[in-house]
């Protein structure tokens, strides 16, 4: 289980096993969708056709019969809540052309993502020894689709679903047991056992479970839930710092400028067990010194966050400005007072903690 904004680890065991993925695969398939759909490559109002080969996919289904049109956005509704193959292949095939291709996809976003344990072998999940991811795997790859995807992410609590006039239910039984929970994902063959990949946001708390190779339903849907009440009662998460705000004014050698702001370059959040907020302790360590130029976006240090003298969070500095070299004046007196300094390796800027 991680925190679903810092991404910071709260309970794990057997993590980075292999083992097969069933259903949740289509996780990754619906980030592939869902960006698709976001970088405007296909639209929620496209018809999509359905071909025999998405007809005819085994499994779970969302009953779409072939030659049927049906906009991207029934379609991914269809895959979300009632965990329809048929409709997963007919959205990959409408993106990729055919699901081979889609599956390349997969792959290449998986390693994008820092995915170091998983492959892919088709959208849906269908069992085959070469087709295997990790629960470590797929929090990365939930935690990047609710952060990119939110609009997308609300059909994830949708509890029904009706096409063609079947109604089915959402798996994911926490939707019905648990409160807090708002998502996502369930899976279940006979080599893959049941599986739940499971969200619940509470006072503004995200967090996220991956539960695997459970021996029924219950177990996937009580488990998931004590994991979630755990994280909830012993941890918190704070906001410290915004993207892109001022953090440090460092000293630059030999530029246009004496000095350059330094910041982080996303939203920087911290989890911490409940209660020891006031006293984490933060520190930046500087590439010291900083000798123009200087290029906007370049890590320039790292910030570190302590709590009981141990490191439970770091970010890199980046810089916020440009700041080219200085005239031949500017460097020639830079020189001097640099050599001056040379031997010190620390320099004595602040971290703004207001």
């Known amino acids: 289980m991680i925190d679903g904004t810092s991404g910071k680890i709260l309970a794990e065991k057997n993590a980075d096993t292999r083992l097969p993925p069933a259903s949740l695969t289509k996780l990754m398939s619906l980030y592939i969708i869902s960006n698709a759909i976001k970088n405007g490559e296909i639209q929620v109002d496209d018809k999509v056709r359905i071909s025999a080969k998405a007809w005819k996919t085994e499994g779970s289904r969302m009953f779409v019969k072939v030659g049927d049109e049906v906009p991207v956005k029934e379609l991914l509704q269809g895959v979300i809540v ?21 599956t390349m996809m997969m792959n290449q976003q998986a390693k994008l993502l820092g995915m170091t344990n998983s492959h892919f072998i088709d959208s849906t999940g269908l069992p085959n020894k070469d087709h295997y991811s990790t629960a470590r795997d797929l929090a990365i790859l939930t935690q990047a689709y609710i952060k990119n995807f939110p609009e997308d992410y609300s059909y994830y609590s949708e509890k029904w679903f009706t096409y063609n006039g079947i109604k089915q239910p959402n798996r994911n039984r926490l939707l019905w ?30 967090l996220i479970s991956v539960v695997m190779g459970e021996p029924n339903d219950e177990a996937r849907t009580e488990d998931s ?61 500087l590439n010291s010194p900083l000798k123009a130029p200087i290029f906007k976006g370049k ?11 141990q490191v439970v969070a770091s970010k890199p500095l980046i810089a916020l400005d440009n700041n080219p070299q200085g005239g031949l004046w500017r460097r020639a007196s830079d020189s001097v007072k640099f050599n001056i300094h040379k031997y010190f390796s620390k320099s004595d800027e602040k971290v703004n903690t207001g």
């Open 82 to 102: 009632a965990s329809g193959n048929d409709a997963t292949v007919a959205l990959a095939e409408h993106i990729a052309g055919t699901e081979d291709t889609f």
């Open 177 to 206: 047991r648990y409160q807090y929970a708002d998502g996502l994902k369930t899976g279940h063959t006979s080599e893959a056992g049941y599986c739940l990949v499971a969200s619940a946001k509470k006072d503004g708390m995200r």
């Open 225 to 285: 839930m004590r994991l979630m009440t755990y994280g909830f009662r012993f941890f918190e998460t704070h906001k410290l710092y915004n993207a892109t705000s001022p953090l440090i004014q460092a000293r630059v050698w030999q530029g246009e400028k004496s000095e350059v702001p330094l910041g982080v370059a996303e939203d920087f959040y911290i989890t911490v067990p409940t209660g020891q907020y006031k006293r984490i302790q933060v520190s930046q360590e």
């Open 299 to 309: 890590t320039y240090g790292i910030l570190k966050i302590t709590l009981n003298d």
